[in-house]
């Protein structure tokens, strides 16, 4: 973990401060983002946006979660899950031990908090791999990215701003991703069963 200095927190108030650091761990951190309903709407919110309207996009909740490990001490970092005819996945990742783990928003019920067990990101990364797919049943996760620090974005109040940060997303796109799978066993993927399915679209947010 990394000290952090109060010119980080730059523009968070006391008592938003107050709250970030109560949820105490990682886990805190996804207890909250459970709690809060899911955004379907097409908006970018801060970190600050996200603890006054109280809800939360995949995008929104990554983010928020890695300026809530900041608070704890952890660096703030993402990682982005890259899909075929699916909406990507931005995950707040923090390393304990050695070891990978991540604090995730989503709409499906096993796209969220990954256990700090995982010796690499690939190995990180593919523990999604089994229930990420679209309503097709069709498995869409193909590619991650490597870590990014949000503390890059600072200049431009990513934690506080009340403007959209559509920039982060943006950036996302830009970067490199790593493949997860050859080109012949994208070809041999199955769809998942209605079982999964209905198991993993428990709580699920229609629009």
């Known amino acids: 973990m990394n000290s952090a200095g109060g010119r980080q927190f730059q523009g968070l108030t006391p008592r938003e401060l107050r709250t970030l650091r109560g949820l105490k761990t990682p886990a805190g951190i996804q207890r909250f983002l459970d709690e809060l309903p899911y ?3 097409f908006t970018a919110r801060s970190p600050q946006k996200v603890l006054h309207d109280r809800t939360a996009s995949c995008l929104e909740g ?4 890695a300026a809530a490990l ?6 703030p970092l993402i990682f982005d899950l890259e ?3 699916d909406t990507d996945h931005v995950v707040a990742i923090f390393k304990r031990r050695g070891h990978w783990g991540a604090v995730a928003k989503s709409n499906f019920t096993g796209c969220r908090y990954r256990e700090p067990v995982y010796r690499n990101l690939r190995e990180l990364a593919m523990s999604y791999f089994n229930v990420y797919f679209n309503l097709r049943g ?14 890059r974005f600072d200049r431009l109040n990513w934690m506080a701003t009340q403007k959209p940060i559509w920039f982060i997303a943006e950036y996302l ?11 012949a ?7 998942v069963d209605s079982r999964t399915i209905k198991g993993e679209m428990v709580g699920h947010r229609k629009k």
């Not at 796109?173 to 080109?183: D, F, Q, V, Y």
């Not at 066993?185 to 769809?191: D, S």
């Open 173 to 183: 796109c830009e970067i490199p991703h790593i493949p997860l799978l050859a080109p």
């Open 83 to 85: 899909a075929e005819q």
């Open 185 to 191: 066993m994208e070809k041999r993927l199955t769809r």
């Open 39 to 41: 955004n379907l709407s």
């Open 62 to 65: 990554g983010i928020f979660a």
């Open 138 to 151: 069709e498995r869409t996760l193909r590619r991650y990215s490597r870590p990014v620090n949000l503390a």
């Open 70 to 75: 900041r608070v704890l001490g952890f660096r």
